[in-house]
């Protein structure tokens, strides 16, 4: 039998909702949100067809029918079938309906607004946050809608009418038995910063209108779970403000301890109101009576009591590149340009947008993964993401948020630092193009996951902030569109390196007990590693450089001709410059959040960028362009007689395979030479591949002229040298 409902203006009834029927059409105020909170009196948005019940809010855009609409006030199929088989549900079970919290709103008399205005509550305020009014438990209460973590309504906390008497306690909880919460819960989302935990629920609605992120237990001052705690472990500042009175004095005091207890790395505050409060003893007084402001109450009145203590940053001293890589020496061996800069790139994560990213593209088992990850101990374990097969949906639903209301799922990755290890594929890099190329600071995404029903689903992802990307594979071959976003890098394979790693591994695993504490003894990586926290405290957004027309000319002095990718290689010369005066902010020039590079910021950038932009002048990784120059011309040069030979020939993969061995003392396989590296080297240019003309089967590789007979001078590539001449910024 077909499923039938009942009318929509039947169903609106029900529920109480006040409409006007007009031209086949019903009008009220919209139930989804807030849009129609500055509409006229007499004047609503949310259209239905009074025949099929569609509905249409002209203001917000929300579709749909009376299904849907049962659905988001709470109710069931049940609920608005024509024929009912049980009564309908008013209310869901050991809960509140977003029904409940609206007639509760409508009600608020004015006496009662007029009470809220005087505590600072606007009318907008009462508005966002559904303060209502209602019977219960045989009194009149003041209803405060609370919403659990994902942002449903759970239950009201009800405080009684201020003009009448507490002989049954001041608050209660509606329905029966509801457990306290915090209310504030969005306010965590996102946050890394500061929050305010304060006495009650009008002072974290006042607090929070004035910018200060705040939440509160429900169950007042004395109250604090320690199941709530996990979720402010990424805060660096914690203030606590309580009410000016004993019970507020023994709350503060027993909330300290109970988070000093948990959150080692977090600043804990008190606040205690000031001394000139003789009438009133919470916050909404402080405001409203006595000329409160948040600057007054976060600085002047705010105290650490415990947590992590500021960092004293008069023991740093200005660094360069050598004192770094001799820090990273600790434990990574050899491959100097490589992890300095891999180190830069991870400290690029605490600006606002002067982040790069990095490729390590080599075969199995060369390290490509140990670098990143051997200075990622380093940083904070909260800012670095380590992911390994990882498909852009899992990415999603792992990193992100859910908002159960607006149904989007928020990845926020500012100052973060993400590792790909090991990645088969670049799906998700895909799916994060703009942000590595750093087009737009919050991007709007779609996915679609099943229901439980077994059908799509549709949500939004929103992906905000620039992290610093490392990205590890053991694919050579990188999409264009991909590697034009990242530094392409290889780990060393000399023999010198690989010996050099397998004493560190002997004695490292031989006994990890004393390797760890003697490594976390070292002064200088400890004293780096407070560096780093100092660094990310002082929560710089931008970098500055002076004189850019002398960057212009040092760049265009060493490049008679330019090509399309110089418009990148500016930009992560500029990068480095930048991240190298980040390493030493207490010595540069500042201006708020903004910090000026120097003149020995873009001399170490330009020395480390020398070192490394060769390869990067082809789009090539490291590895392949040194297989290049170590293999392919060698092998090419000795069959030609070094250039004597009457008619040169070119090379076959075989003779290749064989001079890689001979070269490394290791095999490389067939297909990676045959589907990656022989591409990328024609694509870049540096060969050319033709026929066999005695063997029409074979393919012979021939490394270009230009490359193999030309000096140094000719090529179009900065000197390695590292001289930068005489450079005033």
Do not use: M, W
């Given at each position: 039998m077909e499923f039938q409902t009942i009318t929509i203006s039947q169903y609106l009834k029900e529920k109480g909702m006040e409409f006007v029927e007009r031209n086949g059409e019903i009008v009220t105020r919209c139930v989804f949100n807030d849009c129609d909170a500055d509409s006229r009196a007499n004047e609503a948005h949310l259209y239905f067809d009074a025949e099929t019940g569609q509905y249409d809010c002209k203001k917000c855009?929300?579709?749909?029918?009376?299904?849907?609409?049962?659905?988001?006030l709470g109710d069931t199929l049940e609920d608005v079938a024509k024929e009912k088989t049980q009564?309908?549900?008013?209310?869901?079970?050991?809960?509140?309906?977003?029904?409940?919290?609206?007639?509760?709103?409508?009600?608020?008399p004015d006496r009662i607004r007029e009470y809220l205005h005087d505590r600072g509550i606007t009318d907008e305020l009462i508005s966002h946050f559904k303060l209502g009014w209602g019977e219960f438990y045989g009194s009149q209460w003041i209803t405060i809608p609370i919403k659990d973590i994902d942002g449903n309504f759970s239950f009201f906390k009800l405080r009684r009418d201020p003009d009448q008497e507490t002989e049954d306690g001041k608050y209660r909880f509606y329905p029966a038995g509801s457990k306290a919460t915090l209310f504030g819960w969005d306010m965590l989302k996102g946050n890394t910063d500061m929050i305010?935990?304060?006495?009650?629920?009008?002072?974290?609605?006042?607090?929070?209108?004035?910018?200060?992120?705040?939440?509160?237990?429900?169950?007042?001052?004395?109250?604090f779970k320690d199941e709530w705690i996990p979720h402010l472990k990424n805060l660096k500042n914690i203030h606590i403000c309580f009410d000016k009175d004993d019970a507020g004095a023994k709350g503060v005091e027993k909330l300290v301890a109970q988070l000093d207890t948990h959150l080692s790395k977090t600043a804990i505050h008190q606040i205690t109101l000031p001394d000139r409060m003789t009438d009133g003893k919470d916050v909404t007084d402080y405001i409203t009576k006595h000329n409160g402001n948040p600057d007054e109450l976060l600085k002047e009145c705010s105290k650490q009591v415990a947590g992590r203590q500021p960092i004293d940053t008069s023991k740093f001293k200005p660094l360069t590149s050598d004192d770094?890589?001799?820090?990273?020496?600790?434990?990574?061996?050899?491959?100097?340009?490589?992890?300095?800069?891999?180190?830069?790139?991870?400290?690029?994560?605490?600006?606002?947008?002067?982040q790069f990213n990095l490729s390590f593209n080599a075969p199995s088992s060369t390290g490509k993964s140990f670098i990143p990850m051997e200075v990622s101990t380093l940083f904070p374990t909260e800012d670095v993401m380590k992911l390994g097969d990882c498909s852009p949906k899992a990415f999603f639903h792992e990193q992100g948020e859910y908002d159960k209301e607006s149904n989007t799922m928020l990845v926020d990755l500012s100052r973060k630092i993400l590792i790909f290890l090991d990645q088969p594929h670049n799906s998700l890099l895909e799916r994060l193009r703009s942000l590595l190329s750093h087009d737009q600071k919050e991007m709007i995404s779609k996915i679609t996951d099943k229901n439980r029903k077994g059908g799509n689903q549709t949500k939004t992802v929103i992906l905000r902030g620039y992290p610093a990307v490392i990205f590890c594979s053991a694919?050579?071959?990188?999409?264009?569109?991909?590697?034009?976003?990242?530094?392409?890098?290889?780990?060393?394979?000399?023999?010198?390196?690989?010996?050099?790693?397998i004493q560190e591994k002997i004695k490292k695993e031989s006994?990890?007990?004393?390797?760890?504490?003697?490594?976390?003894?070292?002064?200088?990586?400890?004293?780096?590693?407070?560096?780093?926290?100092?660094?990310?405290?002082?929560?710089?957004?931008?970098?500055?450089?002076?004189?850019?027309?002398?960057?212009?000319?040092?760049?265009?002095?060493?490049?008679?001709?330019?090509?399309p990718r110089h418009q990148r290689d500016i930009g992560r010369l500029m990068g480095l410059t930048k991240i190298f005066a980040l390493l030493n902010v207490w010595f540069r020039e500042r201006e708020g959040s903004t910090i000026v590079a120097t003149k020995e910021d873009f001399e170490e950038a330009l020395k480390l960028w020398n070192k490394i932009s060769e390869s990067q002048e082809y789009n090539l990784p490291p590895y392949v362009y040194e297989l290049y120059k170590d293999v392919i011309v060698p092998a090419y040069d000795e069959k030609n007689a070094f250039g004597l030979a009457a008619d040169p020939s070119g090379i076959t993969r075989k003779e290749i395979l064989q001079k890689h061995y001979e070269v490394y003392g290791r095999m490389v396989q067939d297909w990676q030479m045959r589907q990656q590296i022989i591409p990328m080297l024609e694509t870049a240019g540096l060969i050319s591949q033709d026929p066999d003309p005695d063997d029409k089967?074979?393919?012979?590789?021939?490394?270009?002229?230009?490359?193999?007979?030309?000096?140094?001078?000719?090529?179009?590539?900065?000197?390695?040298?590292?001289?930068?001449g005489t450079i005033s910024l």
């Open positions: 855009g929300e579709q749909g029918n009376i299904i849907t609409l049962a659905r988001h009564p309908s549900k008013k209310r869901k079970k050991n809960g509140i309906t977003i029904t409940d919290v609206e007639r509760c709103h409508k009600a608020l305010v935990i304060c006495e009650g629920e009008f002072d974290a609605i006042l607090l929070t209108s004035l910018g200060i992120p705040t939440l509160t237990s429900t169950a007042g001052a004395g109250t770094v890589v001799r820090v990273l020496g600790l434990t990574i061996k050899k491959d100097e340009e490589n992890k300095l800069i891999t180190f830069l790139c991870a400290l690029s994560a605490y600006t606002e947008q002067s694919g050579l071959k990188i999409d264009e569109q991909e590697s034009t976003r990242f530094i392409l890098l290889s780990p060393q394979t000399s023999q010198e390196k690989l010996r050099f790693s006994d990890y007990e004393t390797y760890r504490d003697d490594l976390n003894a070292n002064p200088e990586r400890a004293l780096l590693k407070e560096r780093i926290e100092a660094i990310k405290d002082e929560a710089i957004d931008e970098i500055r450089i002076e004189n850019p027309e002398l960057i212009e000319q040092e760049f265009f002095s060493k490049r008679a001709k330019l090509k089967r074979r393919i012979l590789i021939t490394p270009t002229d230009k490359l193999t007979t030309s000096t140094d001078s000719e090529k179009d590539i900065v000197s390695d040298t590292g001289d930068v």
